[in-house]
């Protein structure tokens, strides 16, 4: 079991920031990604839907590739198929992303902090229920931002790229204008949490609209910290040197837009194309 890859999935290639910190943080590990790019986005579709993908893409994961464990690099999927995946897989080790809600509290100066999401992970019981436990402790403005995980998506795409560009610079300031304002004086948002793995693609274009003083959070990092927690504790964590062909240490699928999974491995994480794969369509 210590040799299995570890399974990461994602509406798209939103979760390639999660892959990214996984593999800094296990260097050793192997890992299979899979883009649902075909389904994307899934931030405006209902929970039902996502919650069938989610357990149709983890049996696939546990069946063709023996996973032994599985990060959901998804907020959304987390939001409505997390406790569903466990109740199905009460063997695997599950780990899934949230808004980092705790994290921004220890960061905000002003108390003031935003958060941006889909559409799905806000309005999900799950994640009211977060909101309800810092109650009190910061201001919470909430955005859901429909259509920007799907031109981050469409931004890596040849024929379409350009004009995705464009529609995320449009929609970051559409919406980071309803939200309100930003900075470090009283009253203002001074963090911003990127509820959605898609965005932290977009954080350079965020960055340089809001300022340097707005400080951006996203979940990478302490999932790759749990991820290799847990792998410890269950003695499934894979030491020694890390695996030595790319294609044993990696294998990315996609069952949308292979070439744009390519341009995304490559563009973020500097992967060769020879990496991704067309995933299985039955799935
Ligand atoms: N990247 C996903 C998330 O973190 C899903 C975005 C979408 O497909 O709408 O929520």
């Known amino acids: 079991m210590i040799e299995s890859p570890i399974g990461v999935f994602d509406s798209g290639i939103g979760g390639l920031s999660v892959l990214q910190s996984l593999q800094a943080a296990l260097p050793a590990e192997h890992f299979v990604y899979w883009a649902d790019s075909g389904h994307a986005p899934y931030g405006e579709k209902t929970d039902l839907f996502v919650r069938q993908r989610s357990l149709a893409i983890t049996d696939h994961l546990i069946r063709q590739h023996h ?4 990060v959901v ?29 705790k994290p921004a509290l220890q960061i905000s100066q002003t108390g003031h902090i935003g958060v941006m999401g889909t559409r799905g992970t806000l309005s999900s019981e799950k994640f009211q229920r977060l909101l309800g436990h810092l109650h009190g402790q910061a201001q919470f403005t909430l955005q859901a931002c429909d259509g920007l995980a799907l031109a981050i998506e469409q931004s890596t795409s040849l024929t379409e790229g350009g004009q995705a560009t464009e529609s995320i610079a449009q929609l970051l300031q559409q919406y980071t204008r309803l939200m309100g304002e930003f900075g470090s004086c009283s009253g203002q948002m001074d963090t911003l949490v990127l509820g959605c793995t898609h ?57 949308g837009d292979v070439a744009g999974l390519q341009a995304a491995a490559q563009r973020w994480l500097q992967l060769p194309h020879s990496a991704c794969h067309r995933a299985d369509m039955q799935v």
């Open 67 to 70: 996973i032994k464990a599985l």
């Open 73 to 101: 690099a998804c907020n959304t999927a987390t939001a409505v198929a997390i406790h569903e995946l466990r109740a199905q897989h009460p063997q695997l080790i599950l780990i899934g992303v949230e808004p980092a809600l």
């Open 199 to 255: 965005y932290v693609f977009a954080q350079d274009a965020l960055s340089a609209l809001l300022g340097p003083q707005v400080k951006l959070v996203s979940t990478g990092e302490p999932v790759a910290r749990q991820t290799r927690r847990l792998l410890e504790s269950a003695r499934l964590l894979r030491t020694g040197p890390a695996p030595h062909a790319l294609s044993a240490r990696l294998c990315l699928m996609s069952n």
